[in-house]
Every structure is written in structure tokens, then in C-alpha cells.
């Protein structure tokens, strides 16, 4: 059971309907991170805002969830897992192989490897990444607003999962095996 209330649409403050109802338009329904967001609309429009913003961003759906399932397991997330491994299969179409090289900090693809590898540098250095790191990520072919990008994904999957892991968001998707790395 979640240790934050998960809040219904009709039981949240007035100034987080908005953007709970737009999620449940965009989803078909509203996932329990976004009702325990919820709980402050400062938070739920913090996270919608950059989320939104990230979305329309340089790097595509695909290294997005990729990025997202790299951080989720090393911080240890099952709510984000779940959730990213559905969205993954079912969204940005990631097969199971996939699914596993970016949870294990990597990627089948070649250029999107580097941003995994980068993204997973950045958790684990907090940021204090080395030149080498970011000379692979270059060379891989992304360039400076691209890095920028891989960084504020890194930010925002940590969001996620450290409220997940505070609130103990009940997950509402199919679980996955708690991580592994």
C-alpha cells in the first residue's frame, strides 16, 4: 500500500485536475505515479511541464525509454521498470532483448548505446562525469543540446523513482522482476 495517498481526480487539489486530466485523455486512464503527484500541484505541474517539454526534445521515443529504463534500474524502481518496460513494448515498440541490454546499462543499437552509457555515467557519477564519457557520447554523433537532453532525462527518471520509492506507489502495470543490477 502506497505511503502518500494516491489521489482520485474528484479528491485532488483544484490546481492539479488540469493536468490530470490531460493525462488521462493522452492515456486512457491515470497512473498512480501522476495521483501521487498529485497531492501537490507544484509537483504534478513541475513534472508535466518538463516532461512535456522533454517529449518534443531531440532524442527520440525510443532512447527515452531506453534512458528510463537504465535509470530505473539503477536506482532500483520497480514501479518505473514496470512502467517503462510497458511503455517500452507496447509504445516505442522495444523488444525483450532490448529491454534487458538497457536495463543492464546498454543498448542493441549502436548511436543509442552511447546516450544509455552516458545516461548510466551520470547516475552513478552524479554528474562528475569524465571527458571520456562525454567524448563518447560525441563521437557517437550526439551533440551538445542532445547531451543536455540525455541529462534532463537522467533528472526527471530520478524524480520518478525517488518519489516511487518514498511514496511505495502501488505499480499498475505488469510488475517486473524487481532489478537486478
Known amino acids: 500500500m502506497s505511503r502518500i495517498v ?56 525510443k532512447t527515452q525509454d531506453r534512458i528510463a529504463l537504465a535509470v530505473a534500474e539503477l536506482n532500483g524502481c520497480g514501479y518505473c521498470l514496470s ?20 536495463r543492464k546499462g546498454g543498448s542493441n543499437d549502436q548511436k543509442a548505446d552511447a546516450a544509455v552509457k552516458f545516461a548510466v555515467a551520470t547516475v552513478r557519477e552524479r554528474g562528475h562525469v569524465s571527458d571520456a564519457d562525454l567524448n563518447a557520447v560525441r563521437d557517437a554523433g550526439f551533440n551538445d543540446a542532445e547531451i543536455v537532453e540525455i541529462v534532463l532525462h537522467v533528472a526527471l527518471n530520478t524524480l520518478t523513482n525517488y518519489v516511487n520509492e518514498v511514496a511505495k506507489t502501488d505499480v499498475d502495470f505488469p510488475v517486473v522482476v524487481q532489478p537486478f543490477s
Not at 518538463?50 to 527520440?60: E, F, Q, R, T, V
Not at 511503455?87 to 515498440?93: A, Q, T
Open 6 to 61: 494516491t489521489l482520485n481526480i474528484e479528491d485532488t487539489p483544484e490546481a492539479s485536475r488540469p493536468a490530470l486530466n490531460a493525462m488521462q485523455k493522452k492515456m486512457g486512464r491515470i497512473p498512480n505515479i501522476f495521483r501521487v503527484f498529485a497531492n501537490s500541484p507544484a509537483a504534478l505541474n513541475g513534472y508535466a511541464g518538463l516532461s512535456s517539454a522533454l517529449a518534443s526534445g531531440m532524442l527520440d521515443a
Open 83 to 102: 512502467a517503462h518496460t510497458y511503455l517500452g513494448k507496447h509504445v516505442s515498440k522495444l523488444d525483450e532483448a532490448e529491454i534487458m541490454a538497457n
